[in-house]
T-cell receptor, first 114, second 111 residues
Framework: SQTIHQWPATLVQPVGSPLSLECTVEGTSNPNLYWYRQAAGRGLQLLFYSVGIGQISSEVPQNLSASRPQDRQFILSSKKLLLSDSGFYLC?????????????FGDGTRLSIL | KNEVEQSPQNLTAQEGEFITINCSYSVGISALHWLQQHPGGGIVSLFMLSSGKKKHGRLIATINIQEKHSSLHITASHPRDSAVYICAVNFRASGTYKYIFGTGTRLKVLA
């Protein structure tokens, strides 16, 4: 069966520090991968998605970047965190090319910027 | 106006009550997904549907594509149903399928 792992679960970082959140998927190949952010009291917002290694699409301009160095690995990064980067970050995957397939979510990372 | 609207935003019910959460959307979709988010933040998939009705245990989801509306019903609610329920619409754009999420309905069921 397929599983998605996301870490760390919680992170407290000072303003201006770098960030790296990692997400890996097991039990499937060529997944579509997604990074979402949920700000306090707000809905989930798509940040990045990827349909293949090295292929990253950004949905909103921001201080973050994403990379997909391997088929089942998706990384969310920042060189210098801002206070506004605080929030709950979720990684998700869905099967490639099968249309109406549900996305499956990781457990999320709660990021607090001080 | 958000493309996906949920109502109510907050809901408090007594144990055993029948609960309805509504989701309306304004875009053309290929499917709609109901999700449950627990206090820790983890998200569980409940239903994905593109027509009609689905039932799983005490949960029932319906969708009316013509009216662009879906409902999630919980029968005989229980305190363990307390969570945020999120509606997400799945649509095709730029060669892939994407979700737009509602802001969620926070449900609290009292014993």
């Amino acid at each position: 069966s397929q599983t998605i792992h996301q870490w760390p679960a919680t992170l407290v970082q000072p303003v201006g520090s770098p960030l790296s959140l990692e997400c890996t998927v097991e039990g499937t190949s060529n997944p579509n991968l997604y990074w979402y952010r949920q700000a306090a009291g707000r809905g989930l917002q798509l940040l990045f998605y990827s349909v293949g290694i090295g292929q990253i699409s950004s949905e909103v301009p921001q201080n973050l970047s994403a990379s997909r160095p391997q088929d089942r690995q998706f990384i969310l990064s920042s060189k210098k965190l801002l206070l506004s980067d605080s929030g709950f970050y979720l990684c998700a995957w869905s099967p490639r090319g099968l249309g109406n397939q549900p996305q499956h979510f990781g457990d999320g990372t709660r990021l607090s910027i001080l | 106006k958000n493309e996906v609207e949920q109502s109510p935003q907050n809901l408090t019910a007594q144990e055993g009550e029948f609960i309805t959460i509504n989701c309306s959307y304004s875009v053309g979709i290929s499917a709609l997904h109901w999700l449950q988010q627990h206090p820790g933040g983890g998200i569980v998939s409940l239903f994905m549907l593109s027509s009609g009705k689905k039932k799983h245990g005490r949960l029932i989801a319906t969708i009316n594509i013509q009216e662009k509306h879906s409902s999630l019903h919980i029968t005989a609610s229980h305190p363990r149903d307390s969570a945020v329920y999120i509606c997400a619409v799945n649509f095709r754009a730029s060669g892939t399928y994407k979700y737009i999420f509602g802001t969620g309905t926070r449900l609290k069921v009292l014993a």
